[in-house]
T-cell receptor
Framework: NAGVTQTPKFQVLKTGQSMTLQCAQD?????MSWYRQDPGMGLRLIHY???????DQGEVPNGYNVSRSTTEDFPLRLLSAAPSQTSVYFC???????????FGPGTRLTVT | AQTVTQSQPEMSVQEAETVTLSCTYD???????LFWYKQPPSRQMILVIR??????QNATENRFSVNFQKAAKSFSLKISDSQLGDAAMYFC???????????FGAGTRLTVKP
């Protein structure tokens, strides 16, 4: 089991560029989530999905889009990158029964 | 919305000693789960321990144990026999029983002195 994988590990974007952060899990988990981690603020939920074809907004969704076409994949799209989106991004997944979330290794994104 | 508060931005402990990290939360729900995650410099989020709100017994995992006070909405983590490898950021997290929303505290940076 690879668990939760994320690509890329590091990315530098210019303001206004778009990109997609990839996330995949091989544990057949129904739930998948995206978080951002900023210094002094812990992790904040961006978007989440409770199954293929179903997504919903979290605490800080503005500037991000998601889709869930398969159980395994949950990409996060930055539509027009802004310096305020400089952060570390984590993807996570969980089963209904487990409740604890399993995290990917994170992506450090810098927007200049 | 539920909030999670970690009032200790930084803590330090001597190797082999015991340290307690504090966490309080605010909720009106009765069905929920609480977690402590460890984040070492590698950035990987690692589950340390979990507690179901309906369980009165405090969870224990080897050297890690919690003091869960449901009425006081308090969920502290005790690390016994601290080791150098315990040095990390520790995050307290709350998850409602019914939905996927997980709320994190701001974290406590733990330093272990040899």
């Amino acid at each position: 089991n690879a668990g939760v994988t994320q690509t890329p590990k590091f990315q530098v974007l210019k303001t206004g560029q778009s990109m997609t952060l990839q996330c995949a899990q091989d544990m057949n988990h129904e739930y998948m989530s995206w978080y951002r981690q900023d210094p002094g603020m812990g992790l904040r939920l961006i978007h989440y999905s409770v199954g293929a074809g179903i997504t919903d907004q979290g605490e800080v969704p503005n500037g991000y889009n998601v889709s869930r076409s398969t159980t395994e994949d949950f990409p996060l799209r930055l539509l027009s990158a802004a310096p305020s989106q400089t952060s570390v991004y984590f993807c996570a997944s969980s089963s209904w029964q487990g409740h604890e979330q399993y995290f990917g290794p994170g992506t450090r994104l810098t927007v200049t | 919305a539920q909030t999670v508060t970690q009032s200790q931005p930084e803590m330090s402990v001597q190797e082999a000693e015991t340290v307690t990290l504090s966490c309080t939360y605010d909720t009106s729900e009765s069905d929920y789960y609480l977690f402590w995650y460890k984040q070492p410099p590698s950035r990987q989020m690692i589950l340390v321990i979990r507690q179901e709100a309906y369980k009165q017994q405090n969870a224990t995992e080897n050297r890690f144990s919690v003091n869960f006070q449901k009425a006081a909405k308090s969920f502290s983590l005790k690390i016994s026999d601290s080791q150098l490898g315990d040095a990390a950021m520790y995050f307290c997290a709350y998850r409602s029983g019914g939905i996927n929303d997980m709320r994190f505290g701001a974290g406590t940076r733990l330093t272990v002195k040899p």
